[in-house]
C-alpha cells in the first residue's frame, strides 16, 4: 500500500500515526518520575500569555504552547505528545517534498530512515522546545515553496507567507532556510515564469504583516531577543569548537550518504507507474539543502577568521542573526544521489537544533 499511488499518503499518515503512538507510550515508560526538560517548562511558562516575544525568543512556541495546553491537561505526558507532533509534522513534510523530487519509493525510504534517526526517536525527542517547532516549520515551508514554484497563485503565495513567518517567528536561525528559498528562486531557471506571478509578492507581504507584531514588540522591548543573542558573539572560544563543529556538521553526512545509496539501489534505472519525481524542482531542493549544509560552516569558519587574531572565536549562539548550529546533506543518477540527501538533510538540519539545546548551559537559559 505504500507504493501503490493512490493509497500512499494515507499509508504514510498512518505509519508516522502509529510512530507517535509508539514514541509517546514508550517516553512515558521511560521516564515515569523524570522531570521535564527545563525549554518545554520554559515553552509552557510563556504560553501563560500571548506576547509578541518571549524575553530571549520569537513567539510562536509560546504561542503552540498556549493553545496546546488549553485543550490537554499540564503534564508530562502530554508534553511529550506535543514533541511528537512537531516531529510528526515534520516527517510528513519531508514525505511530501520527497515525493515532489525523489519518486514514491525513495521517499518512502527516506522517512523511515529518518525515524531511525537519533534526534527523531531518542532521548531528545521529547523536548519541546523551539528548535523542535523549527523542525516541523521548516520542511513544510519548503515544500509550499515548491507547490508555488509550481503553481504561482495568490493562494500559494499567501501559505508560503504564512510559513515564512511562521519559521521566522520560531527561532532566528531560520533566516539561513528564508536565504536558501529565496536563492533557489532566484537561480531557478523557471523564475521569469515565477517573478511575473503574483505570488512572490503576496508571500513577501503576508510575511511582513504575519512578522509586525513580533517587530513592534521588539520596538517597544528594547529588542531584548536580538540583544540577547548579540550577547553571544564575542565570546571567547578555540579552535577546536570549530573543528569539533565541523566534524559534526559534516559528520552526519556519512548517515545520508549511506541511506542515498540504498535509495538508488537496486532501482537505479527503474521508475515505476506513478513514482517519476518532479525533475525540475530538484535544483530547488538542491540550492535549499546546500545554504543549510555551508551556510553554517561558512559563518563558523568567517568568524574564526576575522576573530583570531584578536584571540576571539566564533561560538555563536543557534539564536544569532546569520549562525545555525544546525547539521544537514544537501537529473540522473547524480541528480537523484544528490535530491535524496537533500530531503534526508532538510529534516536532519532542523532536528540537530536539539543536540544544541541539550549542550547549552544553564546559565543561559536562566
Known amino acids: 500500500m505504500l507504493l501503490r499511488p493512490r493509497r500512499a ?5 498512518i505509519c508516522i500515526a502509529v510512530f507517535f503512538i509508539l514514541g509517546v507510550f514508550v517516553v512515558i515508560l521511560m521516564k515515569p518520575a523524570e522531570t521535564l526538560f527545563m525549554d518545554s517548562t520554559e515553552a509552557y511558562a510563556w504560553g501563560m500569555q500571548f506576547l509578541g516575544g518571549y524575553g530571549r525568543h520569537p513567539p510562536l512556541t509560546g504561542w503552540i504552547a498556549r493553545i496546546w495546553y488549553s485543550v490537554f491537561p499540564a503534564t508530562n505526558w ?4 506535543l514533541s511528537g507532533v512537531m516531529i510528526c509534522v515534520c516527517l510528513f513534510s519531508i514525505y511530501l517534498i520527497g515525493r515532489r523530487v525523489l519518486g514514491l519509493r525513495r521517499a518512502t525510504l527516506v522517512v523511515f530512515a529518518m525515524m531511525l534517526y537519533p534526534l527523531f526517536i531518542g ?8 528548535y523542535q517547532v523549527l523542525l516541523a516549520v521548516l520542511p513544510l515551508m519548503v515544500w509550499l515553496f515548491l507547490r508555488a514554484y509550481e503553481k504561482p ?7 508560503l507567507g504564512l510559513a515564512a513567518a511562521a519559521a521566522t517567528l520560531t527561532i532566528y536561525s531560520a533566516a539561513f532556510g528564508l536565504v536558501g528559498v529565496a536563492l533557489a528562486a532566484v537561480l531557478h531557471p523557471g523564475r521569469r515564469r515565477f517573478f511575473a506571478s503574483p505570488a512572490p509578492y503576496v508571500a513577501t507581504a503576508v510575511f511582513l504583516v504575519a512578522l509586525s507584531p513580533h517587530v513592534i514588540w521588539l520596538i517597544n522591548n528594547d529588542f531584548s ?6 550577547g553571544f558573539v564575542g565570546e571567547v572560544s578555540h579552535r577546536a569548537h570549530v ?9 552526519l553526512l556519512a548517515f545520508c550518504l549511506v541511506a542515498a545509496a540504498i535509495a538508488l539501489w537496486p532501482w537505479r534505472w527503474r521508475v515505476g507507474d ?6 525540475d524542482e530538484r535544483s530547488l531542493v538542491l540550492v535549499i539543502a546546500g545554504v543549510l549544509v555551508f551556510g553554517p560552516s561558512k559563518a563558523r569558519l568567517g568568524q574564526l577568521v576575522l576573530l583570531s587574531g584578536s584571540g576571539r572565536g566564533c ?3 543557534a539564536e544569532a542573526p546569520g549562525h545555525a548550529t544546525g547539521y544537514c546533506e544537501i537529473g540522473g543518477g547524480r541528480c537523484d544521489f544528490c535530491a535524496v540527501i537533500a530531503c534526508r538533510g532538510i529534516g536532519l538540519f532542523v532536528g540537530a537544533f536539539q543536540e544544541r539545546a541539550g549542550r547549552r548551559p544553564v546559565s543561559a537559559v536562566c
Open 9 to 13: 499518503t494515507a499509508s504514510m499518515l
Open 78 to 81: 502530554s508534553s511529550y505528545a
Open 123 to 130: 532521548a531528545k525527542a521529547d523536548r519541546f522546545n523551539n
Open 153 to 159: 497563485t495568490a493562494k500559494a503565495g499567501v501559505l
Open 225 to 230: 531577543s536580538l540583544r540577547w543573542a548579540g
Open 243 to 251: 573543528a569539533v563543529y565541523l566534524g559534526q556538521h559534516f559528520g
Open 274 to 279: 506513478g513514482d517519476a519525481p518532479v525533475a
Open 315 to 317: 561560538e555563536l549562539a
